[in-house]
C-alpha cells in the first residue's frame, strides 16, 4: 500500500503562484511516473502534468509555461510550481502514481484562485 500525501494549496490572486507538494510513503526512486491531477467543480478530472523517474516532462496545453513538475529525491517530494494563476485554474489537486498495476491517489489540496 502507497499513500501519497498533497500539500500546499490555498487561496491566491489571479497572476499569483503556489507550490504543490507530493510526498509519497515510497521513496520516489522506486516510482517511475508520478501526475498532478485536478478536479474542478462540474468537470471530470484531468491530468495536468507529469514526471518520469528520468525527470522527462510532460504538460497540457491549458497550463504549460506556466506550470513546472520536478522531482526532490533528497526531500522525497514531487513538486509543482503553478505560476500565473488564473482563476480557471481553480481545483482540488491531486498527486498520483500507478505501481504493480494499483493506481494511487492523495487526498487532494484545494487551489482557489479569486480576487
Known amino acids: 500500500q502507497v499513500q501519497l500525501v498533497e500539500s500546499g494549496g490555498g487561496l491566491v490572486q489571479p497572476g499569483g503562484s503556489l507550490r504543490l507538494a507530493c510526498v509519497p510513503s515510497?521513496?520516489?526512486?522506486?516510482?517511475?511516473?508520478m501526475d498532478w491531477y485536478r478536479q474542478a467543480p462540474g468537470k471530470e478530472r484531468e491530468r495536468v502534468a507529469r514526471?518520469?523517474?528520468?525527470?522527462?516532462?510532460l504538460y497540457a496545453d491549458s497550463v504549460k509555461g506556466r506550470f513546472t513538475i520536478s522531482r526532490d529525491n533528497a526531500k522525497n517530494t514531487v513538486w509543482l510550481q503553478m505560476n500565473s494563476l488564473e482563476p480557471e485554474d481553480t481545483a482540488v489537486y491531486y498527486c498520483?502514481?500507478?505501481?504493480?498495476?494499483?493506481?494511487?491517489w492523495g487526498q487532494g489540496t484545494q487551489v482557489t484562485v479569486s480576487s
Open positions: 498520483n502514481t500507478l505501481l504493480s498495476g494499483q493506481d494511487y
Open positions: 515510497i521513496s520516489i526512486s522506486n516510482i517511475y511516473v
Open positions: 514526471i518520469t523517474r528520468s525527470g522527462a516532462t
